[in-house]
């Protein structure tokens, strides 16, 4: 994730905009210096001072809300008020006899920390130790010149001159940059983190959906191995691969984004999750990583929902001019081994067992039977109210290739008719997904195509 394009990258500027106003305060106590002032010297200097000061503080403020993003500019800014700081703390020292009072001034010290606030809220590290170090050298190196211009008017005096007060005062402003520095080291190292945690939440989101995710990002243990009650559905384009021989690539790639794209929105609509994609196919598990008692009835529900959609979507295709497309479902209750399964190279977060072989027999058989629905006797079970009389037809000992033991089975007629039969209706689960919503889906150009 690009950290400009993310909510965190985009608040740089409110924080510029924001710690502007400082720069105000800092205008205020010039001012005040220059009323209150006492000399002509003094005076001359501040006006100078209060003036450089004020055009800086105006183009920074217009660089901060017309080019937030150009860094050398702040970086400019920086350095003009590291050395406002500097000839407003000891301008005196040079302009001034060596016998007159060189003592800091209340407000030259209040300048130069509301500054170094000022830099702190950028929370740029940068910033900050560009800030303090020309600070602090040209403070030390201020005091060494001051200690000399006493040595030599009073031999002897160099040391007592350096090491007095105001040295004091500079190893407080520079522990107190120190500080402003570890701070936004921290608050660096949170962004980071917090942009991992986005990026890693986006990523899920694609197989997940967002009550999902959550769990994912809050619970590690639902990612171990263990056998779960799950739901498992297939979804498969009918005589997809005679369609691929002839098909452009473009027309095949838009094809298979809004197929997949009416799948995995009513899969996320319904509370399950995108196992894979494999070409057309799509497996999709309710009840992992979490099962819950309804996930029988999410899954079917979320199979009935798919069934008109495509259906509508196939229907659509024709009166394009297009193939007319036919999807299979089929859908299996059972137990399965879920969670990471680790390889060395490539681990995958997926379902294994019985029920998955199953669940994708009867997708298959789907085909056979030219129906868009197959569930096994295991949803039956889980959900009979869902299941009227007159749409459904029941079958009883099918047999299952790969597999000793036969499975009672339950299939859709498919018929012309693209409206939904009352057996079509998904009981009491309610969600927002439109089946529709693969119209409004962008395209994508194809590089090179």
């Not at 009352?422 to 439109?434: L, P, Q, R, S, V």
């Amino acid at each position: 994730m690009d950290k400009k394009s993310s909510p965190l990258g985009n608040s740089a500027a409110t924080r510029e905009i924001r710690s502007a106003s400082l720069r105000f305060v800092v205008l205020s106590i010039l001012f005040a210096n220059l009323v209150f002032g006492d000399g002509l010297a003094s005076f001359t200097t501040h006006v100078i001072v209060n003036s450089v000061y004020l055009i800086v503080s105006v183009a920074s403020v217009a660089a901060a809300v017309y080019f937030p993003r150009q860094k050398h500019l702040g970086q400019l800014f920086v350095m003009l008020d590291a050395a406002l700081v500097v000839v407003i703390l000891y301008e005196h020292i040079l302009a001034n006899p060596i016998t007159q009072d060189h003592n800091l001034t209340t407000s030259s010290l209040v300048v130069s920390f509301i500054l170094l606030n000022h830099v702190g809220l950028k929370l740029d590290r940068w910033l900050i130790v560009v800030f303090s170090t020309i600070v602090v050298s040209a403070w030390v190196l201020m005091l060494a010149i001051m200690a000399f211009r006493h040595h030599d008017s009073s031999p002897g005096t160099l040391l007592a001159n350096f090491f007095n007060q105001d040295l004091g005062l500079t190893v407080s402003f520079a522990f107190t940059a120190m500080a402003v520095y570890l701070l936004a080291r921290d608050h660096d190292r949170t962004v980071r983190q917090a942009l991992r945690i986005e990026e890693k939440r986006m990523n899920l989101s694609r197989f997940f959906s967002p009550t999902v995710v959550a769990d994912l990002q809050t619970a590690s243990a639902s990612l171990d191995l263990e056998r779960r009650d799950a739901a498992i559905m297939f979804v498969d384009i009918r005589d997809f691969t005679s369609y691929a021989e002839t098909a452009s690539s473009r027309e095949l790639a838009c094809v298979l984004g809004e197929y997949r794209h009416i799948v995995a929105g009513a899969v996320f609509a319904y509370g399950g999750t995108v196992d894979k994609f494999i070409g057309d196919g799509v497996m999709a598990v309710f009840g992992q990583p979490k099962p819950k008692a309804d996930d029988a009835r999410r899954a079917l529900a979320c199979a009935l929902t798919l069934t008109e959609a495509l259906e509508e979507w196939g229907g659509k295709k024709i009166e394009k001019g297009g193939p007319r497309l036919y999807a299979g479902i089929g859908l299996h209750y059972g137990t399965v081994l879920g969670g990471v399964l680790e390889s060395g190279f490539h681990d995958e977060f997926t379902v294994i067992g019985d029920a998955v072989n199953v669940a994708q027999r009867l997708e298959s058989l789907a085909s056979l039977l030219k129906s868009p629905l197959v569930v096994s006797d295991r949803i039956i079970e889980e959900v009979p109210g869902m299941f009227g009389p007159n749409d459904w037809v029941y079958t009883n000992g099918v047999s299952i290739p790969g597999r000793k033991a036969s499975v009672n089975i339950a299939y859709i007629r498919r018929t012309a008719n693209l409206a939904s039969p009352a057996g079509y209706e998904t009981g009491d689960i309610h969600t927002d997904f439109k089946r529709s919503s693969f119209q409004s889906r962008p395209r994508i150009p194809l590089v090179g195509m």
